[in-house]
């Protein structure tokens, strides 16, 4: 069964290769704006860096997304709104449905093209600000604090990251538009409140934490990551059980 | 001995605006089914049902007296379908196509493939989007075929295709039927595919069956026929299906009980002709 996951896995990154690069591209471009933030929020909470840096694009970069990560964002079904009539992803499990492949197989597929993305998008992330901050920010803090805060954040776009393929493959084109937006309108809301309540923003408390605490917290949402990607995997399969691909 | 290669009991599906079924029909093993019935009748529904593809209400379905559902993929190992189901892969090759999909069969046959490719002149090279309707079928045809299974479901495979490809597929068909071991179930609209392929018609009306037949008892007892004269208890005769009264024509689906119903009322037939399976089919889909 893995061994034919993985296949189809890699047969559908394949087909996605071009997608996979303006994704990889525009993650760098999200990772080059991300350096300058993150080294002016680690100079203003441990030095004395001044407060005008965006905080709120901050946390809409750690919260929202590198969760993202887990998707190919920069394929067609992301970038036309012809994808709530048409729903390809759906069309495309409707003909994996009608060949011999097992749900769980199927299922799986969908999990390892969302790690293979994921962890592929994910270290061009982390690269590019690692690089970034040790030529802007050295001292504030150690490589192996930098290094918790990673983990960190990589087990929590781990944890949520698995809901694309849930949303993509097992339910429809629609929803594919329709969450997202739900999602970055709670999104701001939480954030207003988060703010409001700790005068911090997430990003910050997260440093602060694991400037405390070191790597418990990482380890603990590394560990999250893999019981939210799990668990995805079993919802999934259950979705893609009951559901209608037409 | 069990000469049922697929049994259908019970099977529906509610959806927004449509109701599919109660269906109830079993495919024997060695016969060509051909699913008859207006756009939106629910042909394809069926097909989607059967395939799991779309998730059935209630119903059941046995694969040579198994259940479905115990083993769906080794189901649909024996089973070939061709229903639009490629285009999910427009910016693929039909060569790309064909490896993601014999992939997956444990009997494909790569020779078969290749030799069906240069019969319907299939270049391999061409991304599936940019094919024309008529290749796209056939693609799907060959693709449907080559793992040799016992099952095949055709979903108007000639729609859109070339006369003399729709000769070859014909062709191809009888091919495939040819051992007696493996039935075919089509949804046409092609009298002709119905006339030369089928061996039984099942027509769907809004989501039903509402005729199931053997094509050798439509020859047998479908007629028009010339009679001497019109009465009332010929005109409303169960196996009357349409009277013209000017000629004086009736058209009958059983016609040895309406010649003895004649025979008891004194009236004379003048003529009899067989009715072609075309006109036949008039008569078996309910207008709306």
């Not at chain 1, 994910?122 to 803090?141: H, V």
Request: charged fraction near 20%; include cysteine.
């Amino acid at each position: 069964m893995i061994q034919q996951a993985m296949w189809l896995a890699r047969k559908e990154i394949k087909q996605q290769f071009v997608p996979f690069l303006f994704t990889m591209a525009v993650t760098s471009f999200f990772a080059t704006a991300t350096t300058l933030q993150l080294s002016m929020a680690v100079e203003y909470i441990f030095g004395e860096g001044s407060t005008d840096y965006k905080s709120l694009f901050l946390d809409l970069i750690f919260l929202l997304i590198t969760p993202s990560f887990a998707a190919i964002f920069m394929s067609s079904p992301y970038l036309t709104f012809r994808t709530i009539k048409e729903d390809p992803f759906s069309k495309r499990m409707a003909l994996f449905r009608a060949l011999p492949i097992s749900i769980k197989t199927l299922a799986l597929s969908r999990i390892i093209i969302m790690l293979i993305t994921f962890l592929s998008l994910s270290i061009i992330f982390y690269l590019i600000i690692s690089i970034g901050l040790t030529q802007l920010s050295p001292t504030y803090l150690t490589p192996m604090e930098w290094m918790s805060f990673m983990v960190f954040w990589f087990g929590y776009a781990l944890a949520i990251g698995g809901y694309n393929s849930f949303i993509e493959y097992g339910t429809n084109g629609r929803v594919l538009y329709i969450v997202p937006t739900i999602i970055l309108l709670s999104f701001f809301l939480f954030w207003y409140f988060f703010r409001r309540i700790t005068d911090r923003s997430v990003v910050e408390l997260s440093l602060l934490m694991i400037k405390e605490y070191q790597w418990i917290p990482a380890i603990t949402f590394l560990l999250i990551g893999i019981a939210g990607c799990t668990f995805w995997y079993y919802l999934l399969s259950n979705r893609l059980r009951r559901r209608d691909y037409l | 001995m069990n000469t049922s290669l697929l049994s259908v009991e019970g099977l529906s599906k509610d959806f927004k605006y449509f109701t599919f079924g109660t269906v109830d029909f079993h495919v024997e093993i060695g016969t060509v089914v051909a699913l008859i019935g207006e756009n939106g009748s629910g042909k394809s529904t069926l097909f989607r049902l059967l395939l799991n593809i779309l998730h059935a209400d209630e119903g059941k379905i046995t694969f040579f007296g198994e259940d479905r559902q115990v083993d769906d993929a080794q189901f649909k190992q024996s089973v070939g379908y061709a229903g639009n189901l490629l285009d999910a892969f427009p910016y693929i090759s039909i060569k790309e196509l064909s490896h993601m999909i014999s992939y997956w069969y444990d009997n494909w046959n790569e020779d078969r493939y290749r030799y069906f490719c240069e019969r319907y002149a299939i270049d391999e090279r061409m991304k599936f989007g940019r094919c024309s309707t008529g290749i796209k079928k056939k693609v799907e045809f060959i693709l449907s075929i080559c793992h040799n299974p016992k099952l095949l479901i055709l979903d108007e495979p000639s729609s859109g295709v070339d006369i003399k490809s729709q000769r070859k597929m014909k062709e191809d068909i009888i091919e495939f039927m040819e051992d007696g071991t493996r039935s075919t179930i089509i949804a046409t609209h092609s009298v002709d595919e119905i006339t030369h392929l089928s061996d039984i018609l099942i027509v769907l009306h809004d989501g039903k069956i509402v005729n199931s037949m053997n094509k050798d008892d439509i020859y047998e007892n479908w007629a028009r026929v010339w009679v001497s004269d019109l009465k009332e208890s010929i005109i409303n005769h169960t196996n009357t299906v349409d009277v013209m009264y000017d000629s004086k024509q009736i058209i009958t689906n059983h016609l040895p009980n309406l010649e003895q119903m004649l025979t008891t009322e004194n009236i004379t037939i003048t003529h009899t002709q067989s009715l072609k399976i075309g006109e036949v089919i008039d008569y078996l889909i309910p207008q709306n």
